[in-house]
């Protein structure tokens, strides 16, 4: 708001020196002493003698009437309103507005005074994403960087209070003028608030990680005996209920399932006279960690495949890896006596009775019906799968034999049935079109070209497929990796023993450490390789939401952000199987998207927001810069009649009174034109002093 100043002139007498003052002054004091000597002597000009030095001296000082025409500039005055987090609570942002349309209308009155506005926003991609809270003050130091000291009239505030850069003292403003406070709200407001003290950034798989937090109700200070119902959630499903002393900390011990991203939801029920819920609410999100994956590799014959596994497997730290390779079967027995023999005996029953359940993985390479797994050890590992066990079967020619594998209880969970034909010659592996959409063939390096860019197999065991989902093939649509769940578990069969080819290189090789390890997590029942997911994240103020799934098309995905308002988002598709969509996320604190029976959360802003340690409306923060400036402090809540009056007032005069603010009327102005008159020009000065000097010697020759 730019207010029109009307031009003025003043006028002034300056003096303009022809010699520098401290020649001028020398000749002063000479002249001074020759007539103070003259005056001693008794000269009768002296008089006269003195008006010649003064006119002299006039002179060489240049006495000049300046002519200013004059441009008054206004004063500024800032208005800084304050759209955080905390003014979206109840119906502040309808009193603000209020509050700030009064002034303005007050202002529009007020001649000389040029307003700024400035807004300070907070959600995602404000101040208070970064934990800082409302940053009023650097909002208001740029509003004003380009308008000098000088001219500045005043700031006036309309908010909460809850302003978290508030300067130590007005020194710090880089302006003197008067800082004014409109706080919007009630006093002795009452709120609940959940706060985060300590929280795990990750965790051991299937071990106990702590959690510690502490609910607050503000407001209600020297009440005590209070408690409050918490509930936790993890991914979405409830993991603990609890009651919880108010004001006091709680530590309680939580269970990560699996590897990965854990999202964990704090959840704290309202208290009474509740603000908002926006504070009542945290996530934390743990990265489970798989302390040891044990893995039993069992091969039925030496092949070149098996140091292809072994490597593979040993190759990850993280890896616990039993692997026995059945070298001399029953079949095999020639009389050799067994203290004679090198080699270890088969401890199946300790693996396959006494520990099977520890195992995470239990992989079949090559194995076949030999006599060395009793059929009932197999149908322990059946049971094993049922009961969340994952086994990878990796066939090679016996599993077309009569001693197949898949001749004994493991029938039950394998989702492939040997045709009993084995198929010769090289072929390229093929990645089906469900094999596109899964997340364990999807996006292979080499696997979106036709045909494949990477090397030949050259065997396949014949198969049909019974159920489960068949992701690479062979010529011919032959069944060549498959995927099933069974009961609680899953399993997973490559059809052909030639996967070693591939880490050896051969005609360039192929992605086996990445379809291998892909495989392994999606067997491991890891969340980021489920088939049909869910996952949501937040990037600057934009959410992000995708979906895989094996289905030919999504429906619309419901978010609901912090405040409860619900959106409808329409997925696009990005690839097969996948769709995605992205919206503004403008809020500070926890988005929920749904979709059918899948669940994502995930979190705008620091974990514990400073905007949200308090929300009550309060003077306290801005009082001490307020009273040291001079300015005043108006509570405007629902009554609009409550916001003051504003005057104008000379430096040094009050600038706040009970009902109206005051502005700092600098009258600062520009400079426009300038208009100089000579009072004393050379020729007339001249002449009074050539007519002094003659006067002086007409008096003295007498």
Known sequence: MQPVMSPAASWDIVFEPSLPLSLILALGLIGAAVIAY??????????WRTAALAVTLAALLNPTMRQEDRQAVPDVAAIVVDKSESMEIGDRPKEAQAALAR?????????????RIVTVEGGAGGASESGEGTQAFAALEQALADVPRERVAGAIFITDGEIHDVPKNAGALGFDAPVHGLIVGRKNEKDRRLTVIEAPRFGIVDEPVKLTFRVDDTGTEGATGATAAVTIAIDGKEALKTDVAVGEKKQVSLS???GGPNVIEIDV??????LTLLNNRAVVVANGIRDRLRVLLVSGEPHPGERTWRNLLKADPSVDLVHFTILRPPEKQDGT??????????PTRELFVDKLSEFDLIIFDRYKRQGVLPLEYLSNVAQYVENGGAVLNAAGPAFA???SIYRTPLAAVLPAQPTGDITLGGFRPHVTETGHKHPVTADLPGGDATPEQWGRWFRVVDSTVDRGEVVMD????????VLDRAGKGRVAQVMSDQLWLWSRGYEGGGPQAELLRRLAHWLMKEPDLEEENLAATIAGSTLTVKRRTMADETPDAEVTAPSGKKTTLKLEKTAPGRYEARMAANELGLYRVAQGDLNAVTASGPLNPREFADVRATEKLLKPVAAETGGGLYWVGENAEDTPDIRTVRPGHDAAGDNWLGLKRNEQYLVRAVHQVPLLSGPLALLLILGTLALAWRREGR
């Open 256 to 258: 990560l399932s699996h």
């Open 38 to 47: 003259s005056a001693w002597r008794g000269a009768r000009g002296t008089p």
């Open 103 to 115: 002034i303005e209308a007050s202002l529009k009155n007020t001649p000389g005074i040029e307003t």
């Open 269 to 274: 029920g309202p208290g009474p006279g509740e």
């Open 401 to 403: 034999s009569p001693f």
């Open 474 to 481: 062979a010529p011919g649509g032959k069944p060549l990796m």
């Open 337 to 346: 006596p067994i203290n004679e023999l090198s080699l270890i005996a088969f």
